[in-house]
């Protein structure tokens, strides 16, 4: 089978390797539709500490299921179509053990601490499946991405009395603006880039705001009765950003983050205590999660074609990766089409 290999920073290769056999409870799958996500062009930079090389990448899939491993339960037939949570767990750290194995200290996502599923072929496991009568091979695709956002606004709490303030319009931003919105918040979409935030509007954000052209402070302080949004959720990862969600939440707000911060972030720490925040990370995602984003995408309001910058063949897949390293903020979602 064809596999898509980044071999080395800045290098990729399709090889040809066995079809895997599914082991006892697992489904072989033949995959449609495989996104590139920001951990891809990050392990494409070098610039994943988590990655060791070669490794192949992938893990927003849309697929089908080609058969059927020793075991598997009854829910499961060749040619449903199905994604795949990513995530696994050990069952024995301290995460685990409180319930949350989307943090399992021990996790290996596809195509981050393992392979992933850039391949014609992909065994997994039946426990990590979920399904959908009515969604394509593509909306499967952004399914994970989605239910990242999805958990921010969980962790969140977020409820339709809210004001959300969502911090980057990227991807993950969307999904969390999608989430907080199908609970009936009102979300401010932020963003330095117009024609993100415009998708952010589809998306389902109430207002918007460029930062770059107008003060973020003064906006949100106009709009929300000089008080500050009740939510900030933080989906870019720089010191600023993270320094700006603590600095704009109202007191007693809730502040979550998403993102990572590359560099160190120095606080004014008073704000903890004097608006007695609950500051929050936000890590992968649940069941809950996963079946929440897919039924928002089956009521058919989220603007799937505007997500998706562009689909490629595998063939065209290394190329494409080298092009958004050069230009990273020209895309949304890349899917590769393998069949």
Not at 6 to 25: A, H, L, N, Q
Request: proline fraction near 4%.
């Amino acid at each position: 089978m064809k596999t898509f290999v980044i071999t080395e920073p800045g290098r990729t290769e399709i090889v040809d390797r066995s079809v895997p056999d599914p082991g006892p409870g697992e489904v072989l799958l033949r995959l449609h539709t495989v996104g590139f996500c920001g951990s891809d062009l990050n392990t494409y930079r070098g610039l994943n500490p988590l990655v060791s090389y070669p490794l192949v990448p992938g893990h927003e899939i849309g697929a089908s299921i080609e058969s059927l491993g020793e075991g598997v339960g009854d829910a499961w037939r060749p040619g449903q179509l199905v994604l795949a949570s990513p995530y696994s767990n050990c069952g024995a750290c301290a995460a685990c053990r409180a319930g949350r194995n989307n943090c399992c200290r021990n996790n290996q996502t596809f195509g981050v601490q393992r392979d992933g599923a850039m391949s014609e072929y992909f065994a997994v496991h039946e426990q990590r499946l979920f399904t959908s009568e009515t969604l394509t091979t593509h909306e499967m695709a952004l399914v994970e991405p989605l239910t990242v956002g999805f958990h921010a606004v969980d962790r969140a709490r977020v409820q339709e009395a809210d004001t959300v303030a969502v911090i980057g319009c990227g991807a993950i931003g969307l999904g969390v603006i999608a989430g907080a919105a199908s609970r009936g918040a009102e979300v401010f979409g932020i963003d330095v880039d117009s024609a993100k935030l415009e998708v952010a509007k589809a998306c389902g954000a109430t207002h918007l705001i460029d930062s770059a052209r107008e003060s973020l402070h003064d906006v949100l302080q106009s709009r929300t009765d000089g008080e500050g949004p009740s939510v900030v959720i933080e989906a870019v990862g720089t010191p600023r950003t993270f320094i700006s969600a603590v600095e704009e939440v109202c007191y007693a707000g809730r502040v979550v983050y998403i993102g990572y911060a590359k560099l160190p972030v120095e606080y004014e720490t008073k704000y903890f205590i004097l608006k007695e925040l609950d500051i929050m990370g936000s890590r992968n995602a649940t069941t809950k999660d996963f079946q929440a984003a897919i039924a928002m995408l089956e009521t058919g309001t989220f603007p799937t074609e505007r997500v998706i910058t562009e689909t490629v063949r595998l063939e065209e897949a290394g190329g494409r990766l080298s092009a958004w390293n050069e230009n990273p903020g020209s895309v949304t979602r890349i899917h590769v089409k393998l069949s």
